[in-house]
């Protein structure tokens, strides 16, 4: 294997990465039996996509902008029954996670973005749909280019996002060696990508690392605050993981002190202090723009509310030491 290009299984999962991999979709797609695929995009993602990829689909479905249960409500019986590949964001690829999962589908998905949705199995179900499945995707399709194509400042606040999943894999429910690996690497790699203000292969890899290893591992405090807050304060995803990530760093370095080292570690800084983990990331978070969740149009008053709700999250019930009410309220609030 070499980081310019490899092919990587999985059990019944292909993660195809590198320069002009893009070019081999069809193939691919048909290589893992997608023949005749539902794609859901949108139209402004529809504009990148290879004639080959629209031509080869059964349906073209674009999905709407919104919360992803209506989302894929909205396209689910255009589906009929197809295999679905997605061809977008993460909230496209949740969208056809949601589909496959509600209708026993297979799912495969094209990234353009630096979401972590096309590495795991996390989604919601579309709605009206009872009872939850967990669906990942099949296949993904991994164009370094194309996964780092947003401009500044969006694409630091989903790196952010990729950087989120790096970290929080290490203290998760599931964490281990393996995951732990590849979360450093992606780790290193994403810092190391917006300090120089590089594009794509850095980024790249390593949000596929940060999202292949929270696939793993299981979701924890950040992602349960983050999740929480977006779905009920409406406020952008990637923006409210750039804004949080450092205050969730700070937060559990006493919990998860050597962990967080080695992140710091990875991101550059020396010694045995595992608040410096929030240390490097807080200025690469602030190359998002927003640095508070004010500005993301969070009022005070929301707190109580999203606390009330981040606790029941499976990210927060199923840790170790859960924070208290007034921890998590103590802790949106440094961030407003």
Do not use: W
Not at 293 to 321: C, K, Q, T
């Amino acid at each position: 294997m070499t980081t310019d290009g490899f092919r990587f299984r999985d059990g019944e999962r292909l993660i195809a990465f590198g320069e002009g991999v893009l070019d081999q979709a069809p193939e691919l797609i048909s290589a893992q039996g997608l023949d005749g695929y539902a794609l859901l995009t949108t139209e402004r993602a529809q504009r990148a996509a290879p004639a080959a990829l629209l031509e080869g689909a059964g349906v073209v479905l674009h999905v709407a902008p919104g919360p992803v249960p209506e989302c894929a409500a909205a396209v689910r019986d255009r589906v009929e029954g197809r295999p679905v590949v997605t061809f977008g964001g993460g909230r496209v690829v949740d969208a056809g996670k949601a589909v496959a999962a509600a209708d026993g589908l297979r799912t495969g998905a094209i990234p353009t973005t630096l979401a972590g949705s096309s590495f795991t199995p996390f989604h919601r179900m579309p709605a009206g749909v009872d009872g939850y499945g967990l669906v990942r995707p099949v296949l993904a399709v991994c164009e370094p280019g194309l996964m780092a194509s947003a401009p500044m400042p969006d694409l630091a606040a989903t790196a952010m996002n990729a950087l989120a999943h790096a970290s929080e894999s290490l203290y998760a429910p599931g964490a281990n060696p393996v995951s732990e690996g590849a979360a450093l690497r992606g780790a290193a790699l994403i810092a190391t990508g917006l300090a120089s203000d590089a594009r794509g292969h850095g980024l790249a890899l390593g949000a596929l690392l940060g999202g292949y290893a929270v696939g793993t591992t299981g979701l924890g405090l950040h992602h349960a605050l983050c999740q929480t807050i977006v779905r009920t304060a409406g406020t952008p995803h990637a923006q409210t993981n750039a804004v949080m990530l450092p205050h969730s760093l700070r937060f559990m370095a006493p919990r998860a002190s050597d962990e967080l080292c080695r992140l710091a570690r990875a991101l550059g800084r020396e010694g045995t202090d595992p608040t410096q983990s929030a240390d490097a990331v807080t200025p690469l978070a602030a190359r998002a723009g927003a640095t508070r969740l004010g500005e993301l149009g969070l009022a005070a008053e929301a707190i109580p509310a999203i606390v009330e709700a981040a606790l029941s999250h499976r990210g927060i019930a199923g840790m170790d030491a859960a924070p208290t009410r007034s921890e998590l309220t103590s802790l949106l609030g440094a961030a407003l």
